[in-house]
């Protein structure tokens, strides 16, 4: 996509001259709207991003956040450590359509090495996935493709992927999402940033050597995806090396651990011309590099290939002059390229080549550094406010037991135990809470402020749901934000911060930009109304294809803290009363379906239910009963409605029987967030948790037959938990 006439006149008018080739395809790239962020920067400013525990907000390449000290994670009496974690969340979209596998592994590989720029060694992935209709060949091959790039990568590099989602959407069939979340463990002397501190310091370019994989990637990410994309695009999908980038993980930690890094910054989008620019551009400063100096993998490579190229694992440091030799000798250690490749100046950003003894030294870059990284105007679009469809239910309605076997065995809701099971969530020893739960459990013993103290138990939570945005893109962002946070209470965590990454299809288009607006707005009102500040985050436009754009899909990724690494399960334990906590349908509010699984595959329309609002003392009062003595399982429920819920909940030999009175489909069906299904022995305690906050029902007992007996209206099924796990194994049967 070449530079656009307006934004040409714009660098002429800057430059005082005609750019030079590389000086137009770098522009290209940082002005793309996947760098620049052109169509979305002005409605960013409604999130907030600030708070006590926050360090480094958006900006640089990962957030950096205070871990409150374990015990002190209520409002009321916060105490932050000297322990940081990082988050960070990328999107690696139409890579992942180009080469699902390279396309997703490569994700992985590039938010790994956002979490290392800024002293952190990487501890958990989440992955949030996003394809067309599973029934579809072309689906099931770009599902297999990614989960299997995604593990390959995070298995090889030692970094356990313990959390996520995947969903199944008619609107990803021609552009698939694959958004990948990391969070990071560092201290505070550990800390760095891009931004460059000092002229006469060298900037030292270590890992992998440089190729021709990745050109053009950005601006490749900035543009709809043609009919061809599976062939004429692949030159621009880079190719992972998890090895080399494992190598890559323990020679940073030695850097950092050494005070040998100023400043530093991963190369990604725009290869080393995004990154060396963009670190010079915060620090207010200048760069010379040398680009033939950058050590290569390839012979004879241009001055614009060495600036753009997207090859994978490598870093560009900010290092003092008295510190090269180090820097050279850890990275002789870890067998990595290392290069120094010019040094910071006072100002402009200059890049100079030499290809040839005929033609000389050339510089083919010269331009203020701010300008490059900074200077993108911003769109002013057009658009349409999405409007709520009307109430058109299934007539006549199916019967409980095939709504309920429709529902259970959806893809959409089914067990992703497929997926989890070929990541190692396990490695690195910190998983408390294992994947297919709410939310995963990591330890995080470093915060103890004595070694006999327990450490904090980090709650870490992701994913969107397609059907509830494409209904209703503002009140749909806005639930998922409250059912991630209703994940982290349910394991006895309080929400801490968030990243997001916002999926939409081409701006330019007044529909699709209104919802890409509403999800914008839903997702920062919620999260300011739960007091999580986001953090940072990633955007993603121009996800079309010849099937149209993909729905307006808001994944948040967030965590929480506890003292210590305890969690209820999911999973009834066959010994207590069940409860349902939030839920107002069973108030006799006529609660509408919306959204749900159940219109999806019985079709029919209907309104989004609206998520209640100033929810902070119902996830507090979630956390105090998970973490009560006699809770024996507590389970969110959301996608499916309550059915899914239960059906979830029922596993070996617990069971459930449960009663409940009125529209047996609006009660079990409806997916009106910020609920949770509690298992306890002490039913009074959990309504004196949640007096005065939410509703609370007494709905049934769990029993230890292994069966789910439910009773709704006048309405009434009875299922073995035999058939259930037959129901949810629809992924294992199809994918094996």
Known sequence: MPLAPSDRELVVDELGRDPTAAEEALFENLWSEHCAYRSSRPLLSAFASEGPGVVVGPGDDAAVVALPVPGTETDDQTRYSDTYITMGVESHNHPSYVDPFDGAATGVGGIVRDTMSMGAYPIALADSLYFGDFDREHSRYLFEGVVEGISHYGNCIGVPTVSGSVAFHDSYEGNPLVNVACVGLLGEDRLVTAAVQEPGNKLVLVGNGTGRDGLGGASFASEDLAEDAETEDRPAVQVGDPYTEKLLIEANEELVGDDLVRAARDLGAAGLGGASSEMIAKGDLGAEIELDRVHQREPKMNALEILLAESQERMCYEVRPEDVDAVREIAGKYDLGCSVIGEVTEDRYVCTFEGSESRGRETVVDAPAGFLADGAPMNDLDHVEPEQPATDLPDPAPDLRAAFETVVGSPNTASKRWVYRQYDHEVGTRTALRPGDDAALVAVRESAPVDAAPGTGLAFSAGADPNWTDVAPYDGARAVALENATNIAAKGAHP?????????????????????????????????????????????????????????????????????????????????????????????????????????????????????????????????????????????????????????????????????????????????????????????????????????????????????????????????????????????????
């Open 496 to 736: 801490l911060a968030a990243v997001d990454c916002l999926n939409g299809g081409n701006p330019e288009k007044p529909d699709v930009y209104g919802g890409f607006r509403g999800i914008v707005d839903g997702l920062a009102d919620e999260c300011a109304d739960l007091d999580v500040p986001v953090v940072g985050g990633n955007v993603s436009l121009y996800n079309d294809s010849e099937a149209g754009p993909v729905a307006p899909t808001p994944t948040l990724a967030m965590v929480g803290t506890k003292a210590g690494y305890d969690a209820p399960p999911a999973a009834f334990a066959g010994e207590g009363a069940v409860l349902v906590v939030g839920d107002r349908a069973l108030e006799g509010e006529a609660v509408p379906l919306g959204g749900s699984e159940y219109l999806a595959r019985h079709g029919g329309t209907d309104a989004f239910p609206e998520p209640p609002r100033n929810n902070t003392a119902f996830l507090r009062a979630l956390a105090d009963v998970a973490d009560h003595d006699a809770t024996r399982a507590v389970h969110d429920v959301s996608h499916g409605g309550l059915a899914v819920a239960l059906a979830e909940m029922v596993t070996g030999d617990a069971g459930a029987d449960v009663s409940l009175g009125g529209d047996a489909h609006r009660l079990l069906f409806n997916e009106r967030v910020g609920r949770a299904v509690i298992e306890t022995t002490a039913p009074e305690a959990v309504a004196a948790a949640v007096d005065g906050v939410a509703p609370v029902h007494e709905v049934g007992t769990s029993t230890p037959d292994g069966t789910l007996d439910l009773t709704a209206g006048d309405e009434s099924l009875s299922v073995d938990v035999a058939d259930i796990r037959e129901l949810r194994s629809v992924i294992e049967r199809q994918m094996e």
